[in-house]
């Protein structure tokens, strides 16, 4: 597919830069793509792991929405019927419409959505070097964390070429014939001093 997917652009004339001689044979690409990591690298069928035991918790399953409502709105109802009846002393009257007003001004000020986990841990361990990463306004009144989100999408590319050249490091270390079952710690190691992009690592 990667083939016919160049040779059909080469077609269309969009680059000026290849021709059909250049692109590589369908073997070479298969062979590039198994040494980088980007293919499985063995044809066996996979087999679905057995189901875990949650320390002997039954699980259960529905087969319709319908179901599962039906089964949450019990699950609530016998958690709010009580047997006993509890006195409740009230300290104080809140005006709710007050405060939802205030609330929805506020968030019309400024509106900074949640981040993910991954966003979090980027701003703690930014925080830890004294770095404070604040959110960016992308439109008025309307903030993104960018930063985070740039610095988590280097950390996945930088990640995904690492473990792309340590599989052709493993194939080889087998001869460049084999399929290695595993990366090794020494397969990184080798890949980190042997490529410019990573030698910042070896500081």
Same mark, same amino acid.
């Given at each position: 597919m990667v083939?016919?997917?160049i040779l059909n652009l080469l077609n269309k004339k969009i680059s000026s830069h290849l021709n059909v001689d250049s692109v590589w044979s369908r073997k070479a !690409?298969?062979?590039?793509?198994?040494k980088n990591g980007f293919v499985p690298m063995t044809s066996e069928k996979m087999t679905l792991l057995p189901e875990p035991k949650w320390s002997g918790i039954e699980l259960c399953s529905v087969t319709s929405a319908d179901d599962l409502l039906s089964t949450l709105k019990e699950e609530n109802n016998s958690k709010l019927v009580s047997s006993d009846d509890e006195e409740i002393e009230i300290v104080e009257v809140v005006n709710k419409a007050k405060q939802v007003l205030n609330n929805q001004t #506020?968030? #019309?000020a400024s509106h900074i959505p949640h981040l993910n986990e991954a966003a979090i841990y980027v701003k703690e361990v930014a925080s830890q070097i004294n770095v404070n990463l604040k959110p960016i306004e !992308?439109?008025?009144c309307i903030y993104a964390p960018a930063i985070e989100e740039m610095i988590l999408a280097a950390c996945k590319a930088l990640a995904s070429d690492l473990i792309g050249s340590a599989v052709n490091e493993g194939y080889n270390r087998l001869g460049g014939k084999l399929c290695p079952e595993e990366i090794t710690v020494s397969d990184v190691y080798s890949t980190i001093m042997k490529t410019p992009q990573f030698d910042f690592l070896t500081n």
């Open positions: 083939r016919t997917a !690409i298969m062979s590039w793509c198994r #506020q968030l #019309q !992308i439109e008025p």
